[in-house]
């Protein structure tokens, strides 16, 4: 989401006529687009921020972290400017304020999408805005406001517009991808009409167990350019502490969508995201999560510890946190088991043949390439391949948990 919102940016100033820098160091004007899903990564931003006002550069916060604390963030920052008022970003430029109304532009946000500068073999498109869930640990519904579905015309524009440019590579992205619902049409059927547009490959993330359905494995199983990749965060194993946490399905339900995806879409890789030391984790509800974890198999997993954000339900519901050391035993413990898991999965992966994208090269030897599977997973090949370039390769080897394939 990011990634896309930093390309706007860039792309609109681009346009009125600023010049991009490859070091912030040479910039006369450095934005930070910042997360604020977790307290770390927004900590690092302010400190980002602050050095750079420091060393007296013009200092734009931008993006979530944006929209979370505008007050504090104009003691460090010449601008805050949330994701809706982007447009105005060249104007805007030198004066001081913030700029975080949600409730306008939405519309003017996804038009700049289509007018991009450089299209790359690779582009995100944005199907839907916002999110209306309230997981209690949330701050994503505070800081992107409510959700909101793109048209369906507007988003096959944009995908035609970028594959007649070269994009080979299309990923639908919305907090809730599942939930889109724009004028009759619903994510399985936009899917599907992305997919006529014969777009090489199309990925979307991310689903939400609650909300996805068979009918989109039966989309994702009858075309081939859909890639079989499914992104499913599971939050926890334990069917008490999802209750809590307002995501509205069980362990039992996320277990037999996961069975049904895999009967459904042939090879489907499944990533998800997990969370541990939600404040009333009790060990029995992280062995659940262990348990789930062992059974599902997961193809790859994202692994965080709570973190309490204002204004979620639950910065305010919790008036104690799991001891530090207790949820870093508990992390490591889930990551070793996730990484045992994903190793073992891998090992599998040798002397078949796999057909991989290659999408960058190792900075320390460009004659080492990497690329993803049609299931999202990351194989290094010992050859300068071209960005963009799809092969087939076949696993030899694997190194750490990273495949490694040979052209043939
Ligand atoms: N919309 C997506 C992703 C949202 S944020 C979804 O519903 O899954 C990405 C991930 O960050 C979440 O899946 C969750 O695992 C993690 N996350 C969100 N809030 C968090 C918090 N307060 N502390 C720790 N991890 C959090
Ligand atoms: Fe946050 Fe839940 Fe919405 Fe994902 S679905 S963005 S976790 S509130």
Redesign the pocket.
């Known amino acids: 989401m990011n990634e896309y919102d930093s390309l706007i940016i860039r792309n609109m100033l681009q346009k009125e006529g600023f010049l991009l820098t490859d070091s912030p160091e040479k910039a006369d004007i450095v934005i930070i687009n910042g997360c604020v899903?977790?307290?770390k990564p927004e900590n690092k931003e302010i400190e980002l921020l602050k050095y750079y006002k420091h060393r007296g550069k013009f200092v734009i916060a931008a993006g979530c972290l944006a929209q979370k604390d505008k007050d504090a963030l104009l003691a460090f920052s010449d601008l805050v400017i949330g994701p809706m008022d982007y447009d105005d970003i060249g104007t805007l430029i030198g004066k001081h304020g913030a700029f975080t109304d949600y409730s306008k532009h939405r519309d003017r946000f996804y038009r700049y999408a289509k007018d991009r500068m450089e299209v790359s073999f690779s582009e995100y498109v944005t199907i839907m805005t916002g999110?209306d869930?309230f997981?209690s640990?949330?701050?994503?519904p505070f800081t992107r406001g409510r959700e909101k579905s793109r048209s369906a015309k507007d988003i096959l524009e944009e995908v035609e517009n970028l594959t007649k440019r070269g994009t080979i590579e299309i990923t639908l992205i919305g907090?809730?991808v599942n939930s889109y619902f724009h004028e009759g049409v619903d994510f399985k059927d936009l899917l599907d009409k992305v997919a006529r547009l014969g777009v090489r490959r199309i990925r979307f993330t991310?689903?939400?167990p609650r909300d996805i359905s068979p009918a989109v494995f039966d989309v994702m199983a009858r075309y081939e350019n859909i890639m079989p990749w499914l992104h499913l965060?599971l939050?926890t194993g334990s069917t008490r502490l999802l209750k809590e946490m307002r995501r509205g399905y069980t362990t039992e339900e996320y277990l037999y969508i996961v069975n049904t995806a895999r009967k459904m879409v042939p090879d489907i890789v499944i990533s998800t995201?997990?969370?541990v030391a939600y404040p009333t984790e009790t060990e029995e509800d992280f062995e659940d999560t262990l348990r789930i974890v062992k059974e599902v198999q997961f193809d790859y997993a994202?692994m965080?510890?709570?973190?309490?954000?204002k204004p979620?339900s639950?910065y305010y519901r919790y008036k104690t946190q799991i001891p530090r050391d207790i949820a870093v035993k508990r992390h490591r413990l889930l990551v070793d088991t996730v990484q045992r898991i994903v190793t073992e999965k891998r090992k599998k992966m040798i002397g078949r043949t796999y057909e991989i994208m290659i999408d960058g090269h190792s900075k320390k030897n460009p004659d080492l390439s990497r690329g993803k599977t049609r299931g999202n997973i990351t194989v290094v090949v010992n050859k300068n391949i071209p960005e963009g370039e799809i092969l087939e390769v076949k696993i030899v080897d694997v190194i750490g948990a990273t495949p490694v394939g040979e052209p043939i």
């Not at 965080?304 to 954000?309: C, K, T, V």
């Open positions: 899903v977790r307290e999110c869930n997981c640990y949330c701050v994503v907090q809730n991310t689903s939400h965060p939050q995201d997990i969370m994202y965080f510890i709570y973190s309490p954000r979620s639950a």
